[in-house]
Nanobody
């Protein structure tokens, strides 16, 4: 059974940091592009960052220079280090493949206060 389990969210002040984790089970991981997505209230889900199997990364312009995506293939886990957080980063954060073909997990809420 495919499972994506996100964790690490919380309430943080603007300028703060959080580290999100996503554990993947029931499906191949090592060879797949993985991504972090987010959905703010009243908005569509958007792709934030991706990482290939060999560690190449790509970021949305809105988070470039502040967020870092990484992965641990042995643990089947993808991470999102978020620094210099802004109120506009407030959203539910999800992981999935680079093309979001897996069933979505429950996500993890990130709230940034001004």
């Amino acid at each position: 059974q495919v499972q994506l389990v996100e964790s690490g969210g919380g309430l943080v002040q603007a300028g703060g940091s959080l580290r999100l984790s996503c554990v993947v089970s029931g499906v191949s991981f090592r060879s797949k592009i993985m991504g972090w997505y987010r959905q703010a209230p009243g908005k569509q889900r958007e792709l934030v960052a991706t990482i290939t199997s060999d560690g190449s990364t790509n970021y949305a312009d809105s988070v470039k220079g502040r967020f870092t995506i990484s992965r641990d293939n042995a643990k089947k886990t993808v991470y999102l280090e978020m620094n210099s957080l802004k109120p506009e980063d407030t959203a539910v954060y999800y992981c999935n493949r680079g093309t979001p073909e897996l069933r979505w997990g429950q996500g993890t809420q990130v709230t940034v206060s001004s």
